[in-house]
């Protein structure tokens, strides 16, 4: 998993509606790293601050929370229903 996926998956899984700290966040992925991977925290601080500067994350003071566009462009799009065909009308 990559460190910006980390990210949104700690943001969505924190739910807290002013934004989550960096702190926070890192606690979050650190609690739940696979055991061979080593913690790198020059990549996690570089995945924050490119999410910014992409838009998929707006900074609010010393939080993160997710953009209105990325929630977004992650929703599963729905597909429309098909339309009935409607059998023709007899004429009297």
Do not use: C
Not at 8 to 18: H, N, Q
Not at 58 to 74: D, I, R, W
């Amino acid at each position: 998993m990559s460190y910006k996926a980390g990210i949104v998956k700690a943001i969505s899984e924190l739910k807290d509606r002013t934004g989550s700290s960096s702190i926070a966040i890192k606690k979050h992925m650190q609690a739940n790293l696979p055991a061979d991977k080593k913690w790198m925290n020059a990549a996690f601080l570089k995945a924050l601050k490119d999410g910014v500067e992409a838009g998929d994350f707006v900074k609010v003071k010393a939080s993160y929370k997710l953009s209105a566009a990325f929630k977004e462009k992650s929703k599963p799009k729905k597909k429309a229903a098909p339309k009935k065909k409607t059998a023709p009308k007899k004429k009297a």
